[in-house]
């Protein structure tokens, strides 16, 4: 009899231990956040992470990618809580969807569009945005964008190109990238002459210099977006008040961003 008891207690004691375990299990699920950036907050994004975990205890699993892609990955089931676009038209896409959690979207960032150039690579003479300036017919390597129809920025610079003229002239000297860090990669490696990147990319790397910065008024404004995910998990929108901190716009200042107030 006594044996039976021991067996029935230890029998209890197992189901308790998977009870107990299972709830830290669900817990440690509830402390992570998946995070699907544009590629060109990578930087500011994996270092206010670091910070936000140390205040919180809250891992972040960050994916970057092109808007679009992102945009399309979370209409394909890939689970994420909270999304940040280089885009309006990608988050007006992914809000028509119903993959946004209402109310939570919002201006976070802009950014400038610039033309860069390899470390210590030479200018074209007297370059300037205008229109009377024959970029096309003058360069004689290639252009680094991103892919026009899914990354914000080479959208951006398909808008500045085609204002001033170039687009046409330019389209059998272009090089496009997944995304803008790739287009930038291009540059930095001397597989392009020039690229255009947003100036937030072009600031932290020591591999290229800035030609000149685009004129606001050939493209649309650089807005990033942020939102939920629909069905975020709860602490979704801590992270998100935390890059509205203080703390968190230093560091998108440092990074070439100019935070947008809440």
Sequence with gaps: MRITNLRISFSGLLILLFIAFGCIESFAADKEL???AAASTTGPIMDISKIFKDKTGITIKSSFASSGVLA???????????YISASKKWADYAEKKGLLKA??????LTNTLVMII???G???KDFTFSKDYNFPEKLEGRLSIGN?????????AQQSLTALGWWQGLKEKLILSKDVRSALRVVEVGEA?????YGSDAKKSSKVEVAGIFPDSTHKPIVYVIAEVDGAK?????????LFSEEAGKIFTEYGFVPVKK
Aim: charged letters at 25%; aromatic letters at 8%; glycine letters at 10%.
């Design 234 to 242: 709860a602490d979704a929108s801590k992270f998100i008040d935390f």
């Design 118 to 120: 390899p470390k210590g």
């Design 148 to 156: 026009p129809e899914h990354v914000p920025a080479g959208k951006y």
């Design 103 to 108: 109310g939570t979207r919002t201006n976070i």
């Design 72 to 82: 399309r990955q979370i209409e394909q089931g890939n689970p994420a809580d909270v």
């Design 122 to 124: 030479k200018t074209l």
């Design 193 to 197: 002459d020039y690229g255009i990147v």
């Design 34 to 36: 998946t995070i699907c």
